[in-house]
T-cell receptor, first 117, second 113 residues
Framework: GAVVSQHPSWVICKSGTSVKIECRSL??????MFWYRQFPKQSLMLMAT?????????EQGVEKDKFLINHASLTLSTLTVTSAHPEDSSFYIC?????????????FGPGTRLLVL | GQQLNQSPQSMFIQEGEDVSMNCTSS?????WLWYKQDPGEGPVLLIA?????ELTSNGRLTAQFGITRKDSFLNISASIPSDVGIYFC?????????????FGPGTRLSVLP
């Protein structure tokens, strides 16, 4: 199946710093990418929908100035957690929708674990 | 908004037993997807279903797209320890904002040796 990568896999940072997470579709073009966060033993929580060449659509309760999303190309979306605080510590996962496939297949990255000290 | 219900929420089974879980929705979807997530990893796509009534197998896994397009089930036959994980269903459709993927809360599977 299609491959989605995330970088980095692990991030440990000090409170107040910004962290950028990359999501890449390696063997297909993705017009749409999604960003989720997941707390232990909980389901995926959609944060935002990232469309190539346009502004991201954020879910209710997600601060767009806190979580900056850029989808500059059909294979790359980035999530920047600005001025990170301990409560931002979580597992962040991206997914990409394979372009042009009828019905839509969604492939996930391996996730990025963020720990803010 | 659209929501998916998954049942059971969690289950404990003996190795070798068959497993059945399902996903229901109040909305119609065009595609049903089933994923497995291992601890600390991203979900992995297991089976994708595109037509109402479609029955698809992937090894020991079998999934069906309900006739009403509002439900789907996933069966695992002869479970093994590596089947342990969280199984998510997802429905895909179109809403006013374009493509929409909705996820269920997951079924946590534990396999006892």
């Amino acid at each position: 199946g299609a491959v989605v990568s995330q970088h980095p896999s692990w991030v440990i940072c000090k409170s107040g710093t910004s962290v950028k997470i990359e999501c890449r579709s390696l063997d297909f073009q993705a017009t749409t990418m999604f960003w989720y966060r997941q707390f232990p033993k909980q389901s995926l929580m959609l944060m935002a929908t990232s469309n190539e060449g346009s502004k991201a659509t954020y879910e209710q309760g997600v601060e767009k100035d806190k979580f900056l999303i850029n989808h500059a190309s059909l294979t790359l979306s980035t999530l920047t957690v600005t001025s990170a605080h301990p409560e931002d510590s979580s597992f962040y996962i991206c997914s990409a929708n394979e372009r042009g496939l009828a019905g839509g297949n969604l492939y996930f990255g391996p996730g990025t674990r963020l720990l803010v000290l | 908004g659209q929501q998916l219900n998954q049942s059971p929420q969690s289950m404990f089974i003996q190795e070798g037993e068959d497993v059945s879980m399902n996903c229901t929705s109040s909305s119609i979807f065009n595609t049903w997807l089933w994923y497995k997530q291992d601890p600390g990893e991203g979900p992995v796509l297991l089976i994708a279903l595109y037509k109402a009534g479609e029955l698809t197998s992937n090894g020991r896994l079998t999934a069906q797209f309900g006739i009403t397009r509002k439900d789907s089930f996933l069966n695992i036959s002869a479970s093994i320890p590596s089947d342990v994980g969280i199984y998510f269903c997802a429905g895909h459709g179109l809403d006013n904002y374009g493509q929409n993927f909705v996820f269920g809360p997951g079924t946590r599977l534990s396999v006892l040796p």
